[in-house]
């Protein structure tokens, strides 16, 4: 998959849109069955119980244990399946069957206020139409994954207009902060703990970290959307799917890891040749590993260099240490010259009532 070309940003000045229709400000197309006003989550505050579930890939008992030390030092309590770590279907954490119902457990249970994935790795395209939408929108929890978790953020918006959390895994990145991770971990935080959110303010700048990947301007100007995307190749995956990416007005943002730049190249013109990359208002590109420095730049160059809307590239998201957390659904705001991302409201709700 793709990896990190997206960056966290420091506090960052809230930004208007440049020209009445270059930069649209637009609401995500709702089909009929979808009309419906976006839910946020309540924040997390200590106490709080974290459901562990592993919808695509094994989890690693280990990393899952000094995950959930170090939630529980932190003051949260955390729910781990028994079957959680010992699961194994070939690639996959279980049957599909005991990967749903582990998840839509975890939903519908009273006690937890979040639902973080331990890892990604594969298997949530496998369980999409298992997946209790109904039970999530009468639910609404902190959601957390990124990677193959790229999926279930993409159903629940078109499903559920429940706002998720493109952000680091229990196993991948908040159980450790040495490297990049500690910065991870503390935009993490920021983003869904009610006790970070200074009392009458609502919004904030995504912080860059200080030593670590750059944001760079392909395309000037700024623009208002709904924060989509995720992962490349599960938004190419999703294409034609009742799951498919919705496109009018929004900001798209991507990351994958350990693809060639000829694969990155076939995602995005199966995504420019069904219209889509035409519709959204800006675009957030994070990093992108596995492939030749030189061919990647080309084919970001290709596909985004002539756009009439912003494109910030190299903002530190994906498969890399430096991996901000983002609210899949919120509405941001980007500035491609400022190289900054505003989250506009408040992705979670702050009143104490559950």
Same mark, same amino acid.
Do not use: C, H, W
């Given at each position: 998959m793709l990896a990190t070309l997206i960056r966290t940003l420091p506090v960052l000045a809230l930004v208007t849109i440049a020209g009445p229709a270059a930069f649209p400000i637009a609401p995500l197309t709702v089909s009929a069955s979808e009309h419906a006003e976006w839910i946020r989550p309540a924040a997390l505050r200590v106490g709080d119980t974290i459901a562990f579930v592993a919808p695509a890939g094994p989890a690693d008992a280990e990393k899952?244990?000094?995950?959930?030390?170090?939630?529980?030092?932190?003051?949260?309590?955390?729910?781990?399946?028994?079957?959680?770590?010992?699961?194994?279907?070939?690639?996959?954490a279980g049957s599909d069957e005991d990967r749903a119902a582990e998840f839509n457990a975890a939903i519908k249970d009273k006690t937890v206020q979040a639902v973080f994935s331990v890892k990604g790795g594969y298997g949530l395209t496998r369980i999409l139409d298992r997946i209790d939408y109904t039970a999530i929108r009468e639910n609404p929890k902190i959601i957390v994954g990124f990677s193959d978790l790229t999926a279930l953020h993409l159903a629940v918006a078109k499903k559920c207009r429940v706002i998720t959390f493109h952000a680091p895994m229990p196993q991948y990145g908040l159980y450790r902060d040495d490297e990049g991770f500690g910065y991870s971990s503390e935009v993490f935080w920021r983003t869904v703990r009610?006790?970070? &959110?200074?009392?009458?303010?609502? @919004?904030?700048?995504?912080? /860059?970290?200080?030593? *670590?990947? +750059?944001?760079? #301007?392909?395309?000037?100007?700024?623009?208002?959307?709904?924060?989509?995307?995720?992962?490349?190749?599960?938004?190419?995956?999703?294409?034609?799917?009742? &799951?498919?990416?919705?496109?009018? @007005?929004?900001?798209?943002? /991507?990351?994958?890891? *350990?693809? +060639?730049?000829? #694969?990155?190249?076939?995602?995005?013109?199966?995504?420019?040749?069904?219209?889509?990359?035409?519709?959204?208002a800006g675009f957030v590109l994070g990093t992108f590993d596995g492939s030749d420095e030189k061919e990647l730049d080309t084919v970001i160059r290709e596909y985004f260099g002539h756009r009439k809307v912003p494109v910030i590239t190299n903002f530190p998201i994906g498969h890399t240490p430096f991996n901000a957390t983002l609210p899949h659904g919120g509405l941001i705001e980007i500035d491609a010259d400022a190289l900054t991302v505003r989250v506009l409201e408040n992705p979670v709700t702050l009143d104490a009532k559950r």
């Open positions: 899952v244990a000094k995950a959930k030390e170090r939630f529980e030092k932190m003051g949260f309590k955390v729910k781990v399946p028994p079957t959680l770590t010992a699961r194994k279907d070939r690639y996959l009610a006790d970070q &959110y200074p009392k009458g303010e609502n @919004g904030y700048t995504v912080a /860059l970290p200080q030593n *670590g990947p +750059k944001p760079q #301007r392909l395309v000037a100007g700024k623009a208002k959307g709904r924060l989509v995307g995720g992962n490349l190749t599960l938004v190419g995956a999703t294409m034609g799917t009742p &799951y498919e990416i919705e496109a009018e @007005g929004n900001i798209l943002v /991507l990351e994958d890891t *350990g693809e +060639k730049a000829y #694969r990155i190249d076939r995602v995005l013109s199966q995504l420019k040749l069904a219209g889509l990359l035409d519709k959204f």
